[in-house]
């Protein structure tokens, strides 16, 4: 028999084969005739009846393609070129660094703060089964089996390229002010290096004003003798009338430097503020280094960061719940508000907020996945990581909500009116409760460069999404990543300088506002894109033969139908009920809403204007299916794997020809 010599990178055809009487395809399943109702076998371009990506590069030269075991030339593949994560836990751990990160201490408590505590967790829960599981799985999976990043993955269904450009342009807004979030943490922990008690434990006169009071039992609120039937009190004298503590004067008045004008003037935001802009600029360089060499650097440097925060987690948690008060806050977390379940704006910040904790729909859970080993029993991590990233939230939010609960009792209001919500939350309960204790600056720096931590896996992988984007595109400038890190980097620390300044806060809460309603539509389009257009059984398929494992009819019906449509019904709703935001009091001018709107728009327009441009590209070449097809270049990213699938493929071709099913004289014959 004639020998053939196939090439890893030779062109895809995509091709499919019915069993008859003879060995199936893995996982595909026996119909009994031929789909076409002709007896003769579908073409290689009907791409909707194929069960898999098959590698060939067609050149049969009228003979037919043997069953063979294909060996492939040794040279560069793109596996090498791309780089790869060293070992199994380097992935892991950078998942769950990015999905376990400073969100589930900063934003999920503030959230649930905002939200009704327990009536926060309800609908969290509910969507976090339905959508957020399945899609972890979806994109560590499809990632993996392409490793290719967000952008270039879409060879699956070029039409719906646009959603892989949504997803980077999303990351690099997320990318700007989720560092100066961990800015913050950097100017905590330089703050902690001083002698004395800790600066935000006393109303020092250089941040303070008359309403700021320090936690006292001899000198309560008048407001906690109110609650304690006490009505035998003098104010002033025996009781307090004043409302703000100085943790959370300190954060609004000196870290911030936040000003009440607001954003009422269009391009004015007051000075900036230079001790914050220089820890921005600290933490940009921190994360140009750790990721100046991609994932052979910033695998490494996971495996303190994705495990160190626990430590410091547990311990305030039990500090925490050791507080006087420390109950009533850890009810108002458990404890749901049934009316706020009618509420349709929770349901959608409890969305939102499962796509900022699992970080999927952003790209970077797609990224990691391309850099993993192609084997890699990826659906086994995808449910170990979702659900420890759950687990953290809850740690976080009991550690948080203690600390609330003691700090209501000391003030004499209720739970949900202890502080002005917003993202400064965990910047004012942790710092309240760490500098009571004895030894605090230990403490201080350590609980602060655990948040900058957690923080730093998250800021990983939204850069290395764009940089990943960069180097599929242009293959070339892999050998300059360097470069490429040092001006992502550069240009976000520059256009994160607003949120640094006086009016920053309201900056960074308006990005994080609109930020969270733009990654819904994605994920809904993302969905749409790999189980309509390109199909679920055939994900499906190719998650069986990468993994062995078969998604059960929960997983198909979540990707398919639950998920799209929940997450599309809960965006369509809340913006029938739509509110602009607040920060606080302060409701946001007109023109601040549409630049808002504006962020949403510039990443959201990515996905029409792509599909756009490749129907008129295709059309121009009388080829519009192709737009909706699979291309020659999609498949298995791996070398072995492609060679495996182009083997199995040359035998059931040549089992199929030995019993006739390509001769239609045969086939007659049976009739």
Not at 548 to 554: A, H, K, L, Q, T
Request: aromatic share 14%; charged share 15%.
């Amino acid at each position: 028999m004639p020998s053939h010599s196939y090439k890893v990178n030779d062109p895809v055809q995509t091709m499919s084969y019915r069993r008859s009487g003879g060995p199936a395809a893995p996982g595909h399943r026996e119909n009994g005739g031929h789909q076409n109702g002709g007896g003769a076998p579908p073409p290689p371009s009907s791409w909707k009846n194929s069960y898999v990506p098959a590698y060939s590069n067609g050149k049969s030269n009228g003979q037919p393609l043997e069953p063979l075991a294909v060996q492939p030339k040794t040279d560069v593949t793109q596996t090498q070129e791309r780089g790869q994560w060293a070992s199994k836990w380097e992935f892991i751990f950078s998942c769950i660094g990015l999905s376990v990160g400073i969100g589930n201490v900063w934003r999920f408590p503030y959230l649930a703060y905002e939200n009704g505590g327990g009536a926060f967790l309800i609908p969290y829960v509910i969507i976090l089964f339905l959508v957020g599981k399945p899609m972890y799985l979806m994109e560590t999976a499809i990632g993996q089996y392409s490793q290719l990043g967000p952008v270039s993955m879409w060879k699956m269904a070029p039409v719906m390229k646009g959603v892989g450009a949504a997803m980077v342009v999303m990351s690099v807004i997320v990318a700007i002010y989720y560092n100066v979030i961990m800015a913050y943490t950097l100017f905590f922990t330089f703050a902690s290096f001083q002698s004395g008690a800790a600066p935000w434990s006393e109303c020092h006169d250089w941040f303070a004003d008359d309403n700021c009071f320090v936690r006292n039992s001899s000198f309560p609120a008048c407001k906690y003798l109110v609650l304690q039937n006490i009505t035998n009190f003098t104010a002033g004298v025996t009781c307090h009338t004043k409302t703000e503590l100085a943790s959370e004067q300190y954060f609004k008045n000196y870290v911030l430097r936040v000003t009440d004008v607001g954003l009422e003037t269009p391009g004015v935001i007051g000075d900036i503020n230079w001790q914050l802009a220089l820890c921005l600029l600290l933490s940009w360089i921190i994360v140009f280094l750790c990721l100046m060499k991609g994932v052979k650097s910033s695998g490494k440097v996971v495996y303190v960061t994705a495990t160190l925060p626990y430590i410091f987690l547990i311990a305030i948690l039990a500090y925490g719940c050791t507080l006087p008060g420390a109950i009533e806050g850890v009810k108002f977390f458990f404890i749901p508000e049934w009316e706020k379940l009618k509420d349709i704006n929770v349901w959608q910040k409890a969305a939102e907020q499962m796509f900022f904790s699992l970080s999927v729909s952003w790209g970077g859970i797609i990224m990691f996945g391309s850099y993993n080993k192609f084997n890699n029993k990826v659906h086994i991590d995808a449910m170990l990581i979702t659900s420890l990233d759950f687990i953290t939230s809850i740690i976080a939010s009991v550690a948080v909500f203690s600390i609330m609960g003691s700090m209501a009792q000391s003030a004499g209001v209720k739970v949900d009116q202890v502080v002005k919500s917003g993202q400064g939350l965990a910047f004012i309960a942790f710092p309240e409760a760490i500098g009571a204790v004895p030894g605090w600056q230990i403490w201080s720096v350590l609980f602060f460069i655990m948040l900058f931590t957690l923080g730093l896996d998250t800021e990983f992988a939204l850069l290395e999404t764009v940089t990943t984007a960069v180097y599929d595109a242009f293959p070339s400038t892999r050998k300059s990543k360097a470069l490429v890190t040092l001006i992502a980097s550069s240009s976000c620390f520059l256009m994160g300088l607003p949120c640094v300044s006086q009016a920053g806060p309201y900056i960074l809460h308006l990005m994080d506002n609109f930020g969270g309603l733009g990654v819904m539509v994605i994920a809904v389009f993302e969905l749409v894109g790999i189980m309509w257009v390109y199909g679920v059984r055939r994900f499906a398929d190719n998650l069986q033969f990468m993994v062995g494992f078969r998604p059960s009819i929960f997983w198909k019906v979540c990707w398919a139908f639950v998920s799209p449509v929940m997450l599309a019904s809960i965006f369509a709703y809340s913006m029938y009920e739509y509110k602009p935001p607040t920060y606080g009091d302060y409701e946001f001018p007109e023109w601040a809403i549409y630049v808002g709107w504006g962020l949403v728009g510039v990443s959201l327009v990515q996905i029409p204007l792509w599909a756009l441009c490749t129907m008129l590209y295709y059309l121009c070449r009388w080829r519009p299916k192709q737009a909706f097809q699979p291309l020659p270049s999609w498949g298995p990213g791996d070398r072995e794997a492609r060679s495996r699938l182009l083997a199995l493929q040359h035998q059931m071709h040549q089992r199929d020809r030995l019993r006739g099913l390509d001769n239609h004289a045969m086939e007659l014959e049976r009739v």
